[in-house]
């Protein structure tokens, strides 16, 4: 299973969790969240991160030209948009980078978005449903997505902790690829506990070896 640490803004704290056997990190680059990415790196930081290490750009409702923009400042291997953007402004960045289409999810009428947004991006991710994009903290009902058939990989976001990711394992549901961490996992908005991480990979580790 992919690990996804998003909602990073401090340097020193993305240098430490890029020592980390985590598969994804995720730098937000909405102006309103608390998370902000802010320029918490120079553009030569960034390019120490390990290749191994995929550096995913979260948007909310951004011009396909000021993505790609910081898609080539920043070094980006993918984009998760996170907004309600159309699936044309998806389709026009397909060409230059991978692109994540998050879909808030309520009810099950949320997952009617899936059939929408199938042909214009690599992955679905699935996060809880706020007025503020995410970050909230708070879980979904899982369960929705044992009713459905997914098409394309996804990850799954929303409330995840330590002490509830054994029963994300224990979906098994076709396309499942992985999990994001974000404010279950930090000290402050923005800085992420090193601690708890570890032991997250832990629990993975040990998930796979009894798997």
Do not use: W
Request: neutral net charge; proline residues 4%; aromatic residues 10%.
């Amino acid at each position: 299973m992919l690990i996804k640490v998003c909602g990073l803004n401090d340097r020193d704290n993305i240098m430490a969790i890029s020592k980390l056997d985590v598969h994804l990190i995720g730098f937000i680059f909405y102006k309103a969240s608390p998370r902000y990415f802010n320029n918490a790196l120079s553009f030569e930081e960034v390019r120490k991160i390990p290749k191994t290490i995929k550096k995913v750009g979260v948007f909310v409702n951004e011009p396909v030209y000021s993505i790609l923009n910081t898609v080539a400042h920043y070094d980006l291997d993918l984009v998760q948009l996170h907004g309600e953007e159309s699936v044309n402004d998806c389709k026009q960045l397909l060409p230059f980078v991978k692109v994540i289409k998050a879909i808030p999810v309520k009810d099950e009428s949320s997952l009617s978005l899936i059939d929408k947004y199938k042909d214009a991006c690599n992955y679905f991710l699935f996060d809880t449903a706020t007025p503020d994009y995410g970050g909230s903290g708070k879980t979904f009902n899982r369960d929705l997505l044992k009713e459905i058939e997914i098409p394309k990989p996804f990850i799954i976001s929303g409330g995840i902790s330590p002490e509830n990711y054994e029963g994300l394992v224990g979906l098994n549901l076709k396309n499942f690829m992985g999990i994001d961490i974000n404010s279950k996992f930090e000290i402050t908005a923005g800085i992420k506990n090193i601690e708890k991480i570890n032991l997250l990979l832990k629990q993975k580790d040990h998930a796979n070896t009894i798997n």
